[in-house]
């Protein structure tokens, strides 16, 4: 029997899609899971008479492949991905490649790229987006790890991956060891993001207008006829008009408390790391605890009172301010991930093409839209793009979005209505936009408690002072530094 051109280890819903991906562009894939019920019964149901070579071991899978071994682990991110590693270790051979398609956190991917080195294997951290559909039809991936190794895998990558209109697939190389792990998280991050300025909006309408789950239907259809379309708008528009058995729509009958993997928090964590504001990213993902904390909610919502809702104006024009709200905030989240990504290429030694990055992210995945061709447009008119606000396109667009987006903002926060990534977004634009912030005050307080110094504006950059502000302390300052 012919081998296999490449193995999978885990059967759940990701790891059975992309294998059909796989076999469907010509690739005979050998697979292998934990339960190895789930291999008879994968081979004998959705892959019978298909190119999947089924085995019931580690040793047997490596067995039916051929060199260089190609191994994808689809398995649970953690310590499963180590446990398979070091399963599959002993039957490799130096050239063989270990590929990792789950949501790991990129320092383990920085980790096993070094540690599979030194066995002279090589490692592939690579980011699979695009949920069940994606994985069976071509997903967004986002590989990243031992360069050497990109040859072996792209043709196999770029095959099943996802297409834009012209036929470049929606993968790339994305650069060495937790690149991208990182892209990919970061990519959910963005998703955080949209997800939550959608969700403020439906709020806005249902709440502040007095919108029918059928009335809001119809904007977020309209809205995927314009500027917004994107897969997120679309499945929003498709879930406003499903109807549980009674025919109510089945969205107000999904308690609201929100889950989350973890994606979210990793991304705002790095930017804490890396001193990035990624202010709505974060803010969509305290979002999500603040929905968990239902019990505490439902309790407050006895006790704490707010404004009574009441909206006056033209409802047919405040939609269309609604839509500038939502566009302006998307472009702010989407300006923030880019800046930390360009602040983690900086400090891990990574080449990131950011147009090739938004190419990547343009068909296949959860955040897919045509918003993201213009990203990468941006970034070929100009690789050096410090911030996505600065494009002359995308400036364009927020300062014309500007009226309506402060109306939105101001007619939620007098009607009591939480819009926490609404918020923060316009509040990161006015501040970046602010040749002069506080911080001079902040500096000065800093300085005072604990003598921490700070620059002066009619003195070169770098110098530091200290005063004693009150007489009663010294001349002694503390050492400079960022945490």
Not at 78 to 103: S, T, W
Request: glycine letters at 12%; proline letters at 4%.
């Amino acid at each position: 029997m012919s081998k296999a051109d490449i193995g999978l280890v885990g059967l759940a819903v990701m790891g059975e899609n992309l294998v059909l991906n796989m076999e469907s562009h010509g690739f005979t894939v050998a697979v292998y899971n934990r339960t190895v019920e789930k291999v008879d019964n994968f081979v004998n149901g959705r892959g019978k008479g298909k190119n999947i070579i089924g085995t019931h071991s580690v040793e047997e899978l490596v067995q039916n492949l051929k060199r260089p071994r190609k191994v994808m682990l689809m398995v649970k991110a953690g310590n499963p991905v180590d446990a398979f590693i070091e399963q599959v270790l002993p039957f490799l051979e130096k050239g063989d490649i270990v590929i990792d398609g789950g949501n790991s956190h990129f320092p383990d991917s920085t980790r096993r790229t070094k540690y599979l080195a030194e066995k002279g294997i090589h490692f592939i951290g690579t980011g699979v987006s695009g949920g069940e559909e994606g994985a069976l039809k071509g997903p967004s991936i986002m590989p990243g790890g031992a360069p050497e190794a990109w040859e072996s895998v792209k043709p196999i990558f770029q095959s099943i991956s996802a297409k834009v209109e012209d036929g470049t697939p929606c993968c790339d190389w994305v650069g060495e060891n937790g690149a991208g792990h990182f892209v990919k998280m970061v990519h959910n991050g963005i998703e955080y993001g949209d997800m939550q300025l959608i969700t403020e909006a439906y709020q806005i309408m249902k709440n502040g207008l007095g919108f029918s789950a059928d009335e809001m239907h119809e904007v977020f259809k309209e809205w995927n006829k314009g500027d917004l379309d994107s897969y997120l708008i679309e499945i929003t528009r498709d879930i406003l008009a499903y109807k549980d058995e009674d025919g109510e729509p089945l969205v107000e009958k999904i308690l609201d408390t929100a889950g989350q993997k973890g994606t979210g928090k990793w991304t705002g964590i790095a930017a804490l790391d890396l001193g990035e504001p990624l202010t709505l990213i974060g803010e969509a993902v305290f979002a999500r605890c603040l929905s968990a904390k239902k019990d505490a909610r439902v309790e407050a919502s006895k006790l704490l009172s707010g404004p009574a809702i009441s909206f006056n104006g033209d409802k047919v024009e405040f939609v269309k301010d609604l839509m500038s709200a939502l566009y302006a905030s998307k472009l702010v989240s989407y300006a923030q991930g880019y800046e930390l990504m360009r602040s983690a290429a900086t400090e891990y030694g990574w080449n990131l093409n950011y147009g090739g990055i938004a190419l990547m992210w343009r068909g296949g995945c959860i955040i897919r839209s045509a918003f993201l061709g213009k990203i990468k447009e941006a970034f070929d008119n100009n690789p050096n793009l410090t911030n996505l606000l600065l494009d002359p396109y995308f400036k364009e667009k927020i300062e014309n979005a500007q009226t309506g987006w402060r109306t939105v903002i101001s007619v939620a926060v007098q009607n009591g209505i939480s819009i926490p990534a609404f918020s923060t977004a316009l509040a990161y634009f006015d501040g970046f936009r602010c040749e002069r912030l506080p911080a001079n005050l902040l500096q000065a307080q800093r300085d005072y408690f604990g003598a921490h110094t700070y620059e002066r504006i009619d003195k070169p950059r770098g110098e530091f002072f200290h005063t004693n502000w009150t007489g009663r302390g010294g001349d002694t300052a503390s050492s400079t530094y960022n945490a």
